[in-house]
């Protein structure tokens, strides 16, 4: 459980499959599904692993276009 909480208190989860959000600087997040009518078995693992590896993708490139949106506004800044 989470800070000595039973983690049904805190999420009452029967089901649960979960996978990292994985990207070059490491793990940062992770996909999580629950409480579905059926087990999560070995092709619902490989979806939400493709799903995640996608989605890790998606967040660097959102990082990386805040970035050069703000390089560009210091140099308008700068050269305007």
Do not use: M, Q, Y
Not at 6 to 11: F, I, K, M, N, S
């Amino acid at each position: 459980g989470l800070a000595g909480f039973p983690l049904r208190d805190v999420a009452p989860v029967d089901k649960l499959a979960a996978v990292p959000l994985v990207t070059a600087d490491g793990v940062i997040g992770v996909l999580a599904a629950t409480d579905r009518a059926a087990d999560f078995g070995p092709a619902d693992a490989r979806v939400l692993g493709r799903l995640a590896e996608l989605l890790a993708v998606a967040a660097v490139n959102a990082r990386l276009f805040a970035s050069v949106e703000a390089a560009t506004r210091e140099w308008r800044v700068a050269f305007d």
